[in-house]
T-cell receptor, first 111, second 115 residues
Framework: DAKTTQPTSMDCAEGRAANLPCNHS???????VYWYRQIHSQGPQYIIH???NNETNEMASLIITEDRKSSTLILPHATLRDTAVYYC????????????FGTGTRLTVIP | NAGVTQTPKFQVLKTGQSMTLQCAQD?????MSWYRQDPGMGLRLIHYSVGAGITDQGEVPNGYNVSRSTTEDFPLRLLSAAPSQTSVYFCASFLDIWAAGTEAFFGQGTRLTVV
């Protein structure tokens, strides 16, 4: 599985959009980009995933560059409850036996 | 649907004691796994199972045993607890690792302290 690079920490004002970048320059054509978050020592929570098209769900949007070497998770209106560690993961869909969690980005939403 | 349930939530062990961390899921997921998370670090895979009767080692398997006799349950056994096993343990399950875009469901964790 390809490795990812994320900033260690970010701040975002409450009500503003939070844009969390992720670099995955060695991603393969059959690898998906996943985002999870972990709120204060709880179990990680799935947010969104994509292959090459931009994706949106009720929680967030995922923007993947055309060359797929990087992506951005967007929380459109950050709230205090979005304060968490956000993990960007790339993995092959078929037969994958692991999710490789790095250290993620600690997002702090400021009132 | 309870999802993925881990018990206990907290445990203190003495060095050398053994115990079993329980994990159960009610979603009929084939794939289950155990992770540990140490302070300031990401999750590291201990063991995983792709179905009942099938288990394999992950990144950090030493000191741990697993078995998968049913689809629902995937217990993690500490054979002889050591202080280095002080950590938060998470169990996760996937519906189907062969399906594109399958998300993982995590339990709420077991915080283990070995003294």
């Amino acid at each position: 599985d390809a490795k990812t690079t994320q900033p260690t920490s970010m701040d975002c004002a409450e009500g503003r959009a939070a844009n969390l970048p992720c670099n995955h320059s060695t991603i393969s054509g059959n690898e998906y980009v996943y985002w999870y978050r972990q709120i204060h020592s709880q179990g990680p929570q799935y947010i969104i995933h994509g292959l090459k098209n931009n994706e949106t769900n009720e929680m967030a949007s995922l923007i993947i560059t055309e060359d797929r070497k990087s992506s951005t998770l967007i929380l459109p209106h950050a709230t205090l409850r979005d304060t968490a560690v956000y993990y960007c993961i790339v993995r092959v869909a078929a037969g994958a036996n692991n999710l490789f969690f790095g250290t993620g980005t600690r997002l702090t939403v400021i009132p | 649907n309870a999802g993925v349930t881990q018990t206990p939530k907290f445990q203190v062990l003495k060095t050398g004691q053994s115990m079993t961390l329980q994990c159960a899921q009610d979603m009929n997921h084939e794939y289950m796994s155990w992770y540990r998370q140490d302070p300031g670090m990401g999750l590291r895979l201990i063991h995983y199972s792709v179905g009942a009767g099938i288990t394999d080692q992950g990144e950090v398997p030493n000191g741990y045993n697993v078995s998968r006799s049913t689809t629902e349950d995937f217990p993690l056994r500490l054979l002889s607890a050591a202080p280095s096993q002080t950590s938060v343990y998470f169990c996760a399950s996937f519906l189907d690792i062969w399906a594109a875009g399958t998300e993982a469901f995590f339990g709420q964790g077991t915080r283990l302290t070995v003294v």
